[in-house]
């Protein structure tokens, strides 16, 4: 279970968690394993209109193009117990930033931050939702979404 371990743990947030959290959840288990890294890994969303949902089937395409394995998914809410299973929550906007900050019990340990405060060059700039566009915007989530879990991992990887 996450945040019950000796390693750290994550869990990565945005609207549905149909496109970016579970894009970061899988990029994120795919380079830990690929550095010979334990870490506890999840994804959630703000909202519930998409619970119970698979991956987007275009965010599902982008993971297989780019070699890293989509894990079974079934979207669900952030809950309140969240905040202290897991070491880190890491949102896709400011705005999830803020909504997971609202809902946070007192003395939660989970530290929230913004997905892309962890990419040089790109800190408080948020992963735009590609849902509503093109191949080409998930193609940047994506993107961007590397970035991101690039600079968590060399974080998590200094705080071992």
Excluded at 61 to 79: I, Y
Aim: proline share 6%; glycine share 8%.
């Amino acid at each position: 279970m996450p945040g019950h371990s000796s390693f750290p743990s994550v869990l990565f947030i945005c609207t549905g968690n149909i496109c970016r959290s579970p894009t970061a959840h899988a990029l994120l288990v795919h380079k830990a394993r690929a550095a010979g890294l334990q870490l506890a890994v999840d994804s959630a969303a703000i909202s519930d209109e998409e619970r119970g949902n698979p991956f987007d089937r275009r965010a599902a395409a982008e993971l297989r193009r780019r070699g890293v394995p989509a894990h079974d998914h079934c979207a669900r809410q952030v809950r309140g117990e969240d905040f202290a299973r897991f070491d880190w929550i890491v949102g896709m906007t400011q705005a999830h930033c803020a909504a997971l900050r609202r809902q946070a019990p007192a003395g939660a340990r989970a530290q929230i931050a913004l997905m892309l405060d962890f990419a040089p060059g790109h800190a408080g700039e948020d992963v735009p939702d590609p849902w509503y566009g093109s191949t080409q915007d998930f193609i940047h989530a994506f993107d961007l979404i590397d970035r991101g879990v690039d600079g968590l991992l060399a974080r998590i990887r200094t705080c071992e």
